[in-house]
């Protein structure tokens, strides 16, 4: 299981490309693009100051989604954000 931001949501693309080619791993991408792994906040981002969407909160998700799909692996993965 892939989680973080755009970041991740690359990994998890290459990784899947890798996973169907060999069947050696199943991945799920679960990365948000634009969401930081803390929660709330503010960023600027091409000169705008705003504020990161209430989807962006993991702390609901994540726990549920650990609880679906009982991963082997967790990839956290995360850049500008």
Do not use: Y
């Not at 600027?44 to 082997?72: I, N, Q, S």
């Amino acid at each position: 299981m892939v989680v973080g931001d755009s970041v991740a949501f690359g990994h998890a693309l290459g990784l899947s490309d890798w996973a169907s080619r060999t069947r050696q791993l199943a991945v799920t991408n679960h990365a948000q693009f634009g969401c930081p792994i803390a929660r709330g906040g503010t960023h600027r981002f091409l000169g705008e100051v705003d504020e990161f969407p209430d989807r962006c909160d993991w702390a609901p998700r994540f726990g549920p989604l650990l609880a679906a799909e009982d991963p082997h692996v967790v990839v956290l993965s995360t850049g500008i954000w």
